[in-house]
């Protein structure tokens, strides 16, 4: 059952159809609100990462031809190699400044697409794989304050080609790179003696279908330090160390695939103290046959409805399923900085990933609660007006709001003559937490940023608001993602432990945190930590912990 509000003061006459009242009572009272930032950035957001200098970089691939945006003074990249273009002088990344609204082009040397990345516990990017000459390179972008970083590759530093691959980051701070297009095993970076070959896997191989829907695999590190790996419609628990399945959990029910191109997506569930249970989410995705019919003679199936809940760290685990309001595949999933919801954004409602494999876009986004009642989980949001289909993503930013971008569904960039033509603008989504109405809910800490943190040691958080409920305080971490492909990679957010409110004389309040216990539950690096009054998330701060 979905939540629906009423605002009274948009009534309208009674001489109105019911139907009509009800649409547009309902359409004026839906939660969250959609801003154009940019029209037009010159490339496809297909891949997007947030760094802790408030800067976004982005980039689409370059085996297309021409961006819409030029490289600065002049500059021209040359690649013999090249599939489209063997001297371009365009743009296939940029660097977004969340605060000023202002973005400059970067310049990769190789072939992204379909690649992966992961941060590094300084802040770096490094991104990996991609298609052609890109798809053994690794990419590091080391962010800097004066607009003068670019890419710095290394084309070779793969032992094998990885494209439609997964990284997640480790307890160690290295990344586990998982899988990829006839590659079924993995491989670690930055590469020592001890990392220099790759480590089979053949649940990669066992989920490999006809339409394959075992790329893009959903990785999360577990509390226990493996790996839980979901490819198609099953997962497994994986010592990554010993190259060893620890578990087997049971398929996914319905048996349907969630993977690439079938691209449902998934998170790990917010993690609670004392951090001894895990649960993951895996929500929409494409029927078997959605790829083959769309592709033969464009026939569109509509897209699964239905999430999936297991808690993977229960002896006897199960899926527990619920039905979505809609239909939905190559959907983004983000953990809100409230600690309590699960948006789903972008996507399609009917046909598969794939180049024009899919109609229907999902323009209203949902939030789902994980810890509300059963039958009113769902709630949706206001609806887009821009189509997000394939090659879209969006991320979390620090002040609370969701960027959004991409949406390229065309081998090249069509603008004219197409159901969906590319899209090369940047928006934010605003949910509800950040609406005026709750100004006097959210805290605004005023603690200096970034703050240094040691595992399993207290740390201060000053901060301000104007009505408080020191019941209903909570303090969140959350690591920023990853996003290409419906799935965010990294993606984790952990609910800390406050020891102490104490009520200081000018009337603000200061809170002692514990930091996470281990590397484990927080690998080291950098996160945005947020101040949750009765629900209302703070703008976060930085923090890095190592």
Request: aromatic residues 10%; glycine residues 6%.
């Amino acid at each position: 059952m979905l939540k629906e509000r009423m605002n009274t003061r948009h009534l309208v006459p009674l001489l109105l159809t019911t139907s009509f009242f009800t649409t547009m009572i309902t359409t004026l009272a839906a939660p969250g609100r959609w801003e154009l930032l940019q029209p037009n950035i010159g490339i496809s957001a297909m891949h997007m990462q947030l760094l802790h200098n408030d800067r976004v970089v982005i980039f689409d691939r370059t085996d297309f031809g021409q961006s819409n945006l030029s490289l600065p003074n002049g500059q021209c990249r040359h690649d013999p190699t090249e599939l489209a273009l063997t001297t371009d002088c365009t743009a296939h990344s940029v660097e977004y400044d969340t605060v000023s609204n202002s973005f400059r082009p970067l310049t990769v040397l190789t072939d992204t697409w379909c690649s992966s990345g992961t941060v590094a516990p300084d802040g770096s990017l490094v991104q990996t794989g991609g298609f052609n000459d890109g798809e053994r390179a690794v990419r590091v972008f080391k962010p800097c304050e004066d607009s003068t970083c670019d890419w710095v590759e290394n084309q070779t530093a793969l032992v094998v080609r990885r494209w439609y691959a997964t990284n997640q980051i480790l307890p160690d701070g290295s990344a586990v790179i998982m899988g990829g297009r006839r590659q079924f095993n993995y491989e670690f970076y930055p590469k020592s003696t001890a990392t220099l070959s790759i480590l089979p896997f053949r649940f990669l191989s066992d989920t490999k279908d006809p339409n394959e829907n075992n790329l893009y695999p959903f990785v999360h590190l577990n509390i226990d330090g493996n790996l839980f790996v979901f490819s198609n419609n099953r997962s497994v628990l994986l010592d990554y160390k010993k190259d060893k399945i620890m578990r087997t959990y049971p398929p996914m029910a319905g048996g349907e695939p969630r993977n690439y191109p079938s691209s449902g997506s998934s998170v790990l569930l917010p993690l609670k103290p004392p951090y001894t249970e895990a649960e993951v989410l895996v929500c929409g995705g494409a029927p078997f046959a959605s790829y083959a019919q769309a592709k033969s003679n464009g026939t569109f199936i509509p897209a699964l409805t239905t999430c999936g809940r297991l808690k993977i760290t229960d002896t006897s685990p199960s899926w527990s399923m619920e039905t979505m309001p809609n239909p939905r595949v190559m959907g983004d999933m983000l953990l809100l900085p409230t600690g309590k919801d699960v948006l789903i954004i972008n996507g399609a409602g009917s046909g598969t990933a794939g180049w024009e494999l899919a109609q229907d876009p999902a323009y209203t986004p949902v939030i789902y609660r994980p810890e509300a009642p059963a039958g009113s989980r769902f709630e949706l949001q206001t609806s887009a007006t821009t189509p997000r289909l394939y090659h879209s993503s969006a991320i979390l930013l620090r002040d609370g709001r969701i960027l959004v971008g991409g949406s390229n569904p065309h081998i090249y960039y069509n603008f004219s003559n197409v159901q969906y033509p590319t899209d090369l603008s940047l928006e934010a989504f605003s949910p509800e937490y950040l609406s005026a109405s709750n100004s006097n809910l959210r805290p605004k800490i005023v603690t200096a940023s970034p703050i240094e943190l040691s595992y399993d040691k207290q740390f201060s958080l000053h901060f301000s608001v104007g009505l408080v409920d020191t019941t209903g305080v909570s303090v969140n971490m959350v690591l920023p993602a990853f996003c290409t492909h419906s799935f965010s990679m990294n993606q984790r957010l952990l609910i800390l432990q406050i020891s102490k409110v104490t009520t200081l004389p000018d009337g603000t309040y200061e809170l002692a945190v514990v930091a996470p216990p281990s590397a484990v539950l927080a690998p080291p690096g950098y996160y945005m930590v947020f101040v949750v009054n009765s629900g209302i998330p703070s703008e976060g701060i930085w923090t890095h912990i190592q």
